[in-house]
T-cell receptor
Framework: ETGVTQTPRHLVMGMTNKKSLKCEQH?????MYWYKQSAKKPLELMFV???????ENNSVPSRFSPECPNSSHLFLHLHTLQPEDSALYLC???????????????FGNGTRLTVT | TQLLEQSPQFLSIQEGENLTVYCNSS?????LQWYRQEPGEGPVLLVT?????EVKKLKRLTFQFGDARKDSSLHITAAQPGDTGLYLC??????????FGGGTRLMVKP
């Protein structure tokens, strides 16, 4: 399998639930990202990991907790979410952090999250 | 904060028409990327432009980076239904993370 794979594709959860999103990249990249895509808003960067160390945390609420156990896997742990957290959550990877011209982003197909 | 404004937000055209979408900012960027996102999928990189005034072509798509490296345009010739999708521009300054524009949602009707 190649590219960036995200599971699950769809997730419906209540506000008191705890769930996790998973991302796996098979590209040998060193950086991984979580983005949030909401209707009528630009893609919002949430977290960046470079060589398994978090290098960016864009003022994301603590109900979102990332985990990067190795350079190929990235998780987003969710707990006590709000309805406004409903969105498409995209994972991406790049050779090096920053998405520079010589290190573009490769995205997964996202997890469509609905919080009820 | 680097703000990227894309216009138009929505565009619906007939197959065979030409169109241009824009990505503008007041900031200077070291590079700018265009991505296309189809329904149910993640964004896919189309092109990266680096030099002011640079023009790149990808089949029927022509990308231009402004001379001052503050803006970019994407021109599609003879649009086809397969061009339908969300077109996103993204840019950064050296060392900073990518900032994305709000996107142009294009629909090409057969």
């Amino acid at each position: 399998e190649t590219g960036v794979t995200q599971t699950p594709r769809h997730l419906v959860m209540g506000m008191t639930n705890k769930k996790s999103l998973k991302c796996e990249q098979h590209l040998g990249h060193n950086a991984m990202y979580w983005y949030k895509q909401s209707a009528k808003k630009p893609l919002e960067l949430m977290f960046v990991y470079s060589l398994e160390e978090r290098v960016e945390n864009n003022s994301v609420p603590s109900r979102f907790s990332p985990e990067c156990p190795n350079s190929s896997h990235l998780f987003l742990h969710l707990h006590t979410l709000q309805p406004e957290d409903s969105a498409l959550y995209l994972c991406a990877s790049s050779q090096s952090a920053g998405g520079l011209y010589n290190s573009p982003l490769h995205f997964g197909n996202g997890t469509r999250l609905t919080v009820t | 904060t680097q703000l990227l404004e894309q216009s138009p937000q929505f565009l619906s055209i007939q197959e065979g028409e030409n169109l241009t979408v824009y990505c503008n900012s007041s900031s200077v960027f070291s590079s700018l990327q265009w991505y296309r996102q189809e329904p149910g999928e993640g964004p896919v990189l189309l092109v990266t432009v680096v030099t002011g005034g640079e023009v790149k072509k990808l089949k029927r798509l022509t990308f231009q980076f402004g001379d001052a490296r503050k803006d970019s345009s994407l021109h599609i010739t003879a649009a086809q239904p397969g061009d339908t999708g969300l077109y996103l521009c993204a840019a950064n300054n050296a060392g900073n993370m990518l900032t994305f524009g709000g996107g142009t949602r294009l629909m090409v009707k057969p």
